[in-house]
């Protein structure tokens, strides 16, 4: 997944990362890169990326979620809110036709919306086990999102209604 995004992101784009183990990979899969902006709430993400030079690496600010290496809350909304990046590449806990992109708790999902809010190209990361899973707090509706990559094709169904709604669908291979 992090491999077909980094196919995505250009030099000199700003992107929005959230915090998810998805988004360490992005960031590492990208270091090759000269030039790059990321915002991200992710502590692991400044961690991954504290070594790189060239780049504008922003920090959101926040609360520190426990257990989480995450910063949430409305400071980090705030701040996520007052750029307008290219990319904004979240992950989740599950994917549904009807319910949409959910994620773990209200805290995660607030700061997500706020990334999608401020990007002009919306990117779900999900691997195949998050499609028909549906978790406690929701993100946004699909109809929200501009592209999802995968690991593995979701399958027909997924991929008709995928086309319904517009959103572009990336995976890494077909169906095993």
């Known amino acids: 997944i992090a491999d077909l995004i980094s196919g995505f992101v250009q030099e000199d784009e700003h992107i929005i990362v959230d915090p998810s183990t998805t988004a360490v990979a992005i960031v590492k899969a ?11 709430s992710s502590i692991e993400v400044l961690i991954e990326l504290s070594d790189v030079s060239g780049w ?6 926040g609360t520190l979620r426990e257990n989480y290496l995450t910063l949430v809350g409305s400071r980090a909304a705030d701040m996520i809110c ?3 990046a290219d990319k ?11 319910k949409g992109v959910t994620d773990a708790n209200e805290a995660l999902s607030q700061v997500k ?11 779900v990361a999900a691997d195949h086990t998050k499609f028909g899973n549906v978790a406690f707090s929701r993100i946004c509706e699909l109809s929200a999102v501009d ?9 027909r169904e997924w991929m008709d209604y995928f086309g319904e709604k517009g959103i572009e669908c990336i995976y890494g291979r077909e169906e095993s």
Not at 88 to 98: L, R
């Open 147 to 155: 592209m999802v990559v995968t690991d593995v094709c979701p399958g």
């Open 56 to 61: 504008d690496i922003i920090c959101t600010g």
């Open 30 to 40: 990208l270091k090759n890169r000269k030039k790059l902006t990321v915002i991200t």
């Open 113 to 123: 919306q706020a990334m999608l809010r401020s990007a002009k190209q919306r990117i």
């Open 82 to 84: 007052s750029f307008y």
């Open 88 to 98: 904004a590449i979240i992950s989740c806990k599950g994917i549904d036709m009807n």
